[in-house]
Every structure is written in structure tokens, then in C-alpha cells.
T-cell receptor, first 109, second 115 residues
């Protein structure tokens, strides 16, 4: 089957760098997306990797290695407002989307 | 303003009483989807639609129905709700072309309680 694994929680200090990993078991994902969700809010799109390698968008970067079935989201210069849940999502090539269970990030002062 | 609008935002109902959650998008997106979110389980796809009159099951379709008669609307129907359908529901939409397919825009969510 298709599933994505993420750590349930990560804690980091304001101003630091944190990496949220996503590993997947699947017959084939074509790419990996990342979404952010604040408590009580809707998921919002952060990034999408269709190709292996690193994609950078401001303080956020996302990496994909399809040969290793692995990706990560990197958040730099952490701010308190980055405290949220982060979800990876697999692109199945069609319109079906598989989400990981999410990683709750706590940013401490 | 580009948005996905869900109604109602909160709903309490009783077992067996049919209900509909509406979803509308103003971005002319071909693709629309419904998810449910439960603690520790992330977002699970219920149904999705690739365009008008084209729908397909996601991972957890049991107990739900959908229809796509117009491009902008994608209602979620619970014919006979049960307590295990108590959850937070999200509607999402995206363009169907290339990379944009993977950029989904979500509604604000509908919190449903079935007693």
C-alpha cells in the first residue's frame, strides 16, 4: 500500500534550523508536497518537489530523494509563528492524494 | 479573492439524519476533493473529482456521497450519518494542469459532530 511516515512531534528553539522528515512506502510517488496547518486553521501549501533535490522558498526548503523514498522540509531562522503542524503528501500521478499523519512543531523562545 | 468556501463551519446532528456540506471555489479549478481529519491520522481523502460529472473514491469513501454537477461546487452528502463520522472535514481544489495539480487550496473546514 501507499503510506507516508513522519515524526509526530519536533521541538526547536526560536532562530534555529529544524528538519522534518517524511519517508514513504509505495509502489511509486511522482513527487512530494508539504503543507502547514495552524491550530484551528486550514492546511496551506508550502512546496512541491517533482524532481530529486532541494527546492528553496524563503526560509523554507524541501528536499526529495525518490531512490531513497525520502523527503524533508527544512525551516530556517525559526519564528514562534512557525509553531504548527506540517504534513507531507504524496503525488500518486493521478488525482488521489495520500497525506502523512503530520508533525507537530513546537518553537520555544 | 481566490477562495474555497465551505458551509456550515460547525454542525451537530443526530444519527441517521441526512446532511449536506457544501463546497464552492471561485478559481475555475477542475480538481476538487474532500478530506476528513482525525487526531493522529492526518488528512484522509474521501472522494475527489477531476471535472464536472467525474468523481472517484479516495481512501475512506464508505458512508459518503458526492456530486459534481457544476465546476465550482462539490457537495459532500452523508445519507445516514453515524457517530464514527464525527470529524473535521476539509474541501480542497486545484488546477488539473502539471505541477499546479499538487497545489491544493483548502476551505476553512467543517466540524461535524454526530450524536
Amino acid at each position: 500500500g501507499q503510506s507516508l511516515e513522519q515524526p509526530s512531534e519536533v521541538t526547536a528553539v526560536e532562530g534555529a534550523i529544524v528538519q522534518i522528515n517524511c519517508t514513504y512506502q509505495t509502489s511509486g510517488f511522482y513527487g512530494l508536497s508539504w503543507y502547514q496547518q495552524h491550530d484551528g486553521g486550514a492546511p496551506t501549501f508550502l512546496s512541491y518537489n517533482a524532481l530529486d533535490g532541494l527546492e528553496e522558498t524563503g526560509r523554507f526548503s524541501s528536499f526529495l530523494s525518490r531512490s531513497d523514498s525520502y523527503g524533508y522540509l527544512l525551516l530556517q531562522e525559526l519564528q514562534m509563528k512557525d509553531s504548527a503542524s506540517y504534513f507531507c503528501a504524496g503525488d500518486t500521478g493521478g488525482f488521489k492524494t495520500i497525506f502523512g499523519a503530520g508533525t507537530r512543531l513546537f518553537v520555544k523562545a | 479573492e481566490a477562495q474555497v468556501t465551505q458551509n456550515p463551519r460547525y454542525l451537530i446532528t443526530v444519527t441517521g439524519k441526512k446532511l449536506t456540506v457544501t463546497c464552492s471555489q471561485n478559481m475555475n479549478h477542475e480538481y476538487m476533493s474532500w478530506y476528513r481529519q482525525d487526531p493522529g491520522l492526518g488528512l484522509r481523502q474521501i472522494y475527489y473529482s477531476m471535472n464536472v460529472e467525474v468523481t472517484d473514491k479516495g481512501d475512506v469513501p464508505e458512508g459518503y456521497k458526492v456530486s459534481r454537477k457544476e465546476k465550482r461546487n462539490f457537495p459532500l452528502i452523508l445519507e445516514s450519518p453515524s457517530p464514527n463520522q464525527t470529524s473535521l472535514y476539509f474541501c480542497a481544489s486545484s488546477s488539473s494542469s502539471g505541477r499546479a495539480k499538487n497545489i491544493q487550496y483548502f476551505g476553512a473546514g467543517t466540524r461535524l459532530s454526530v450524536l
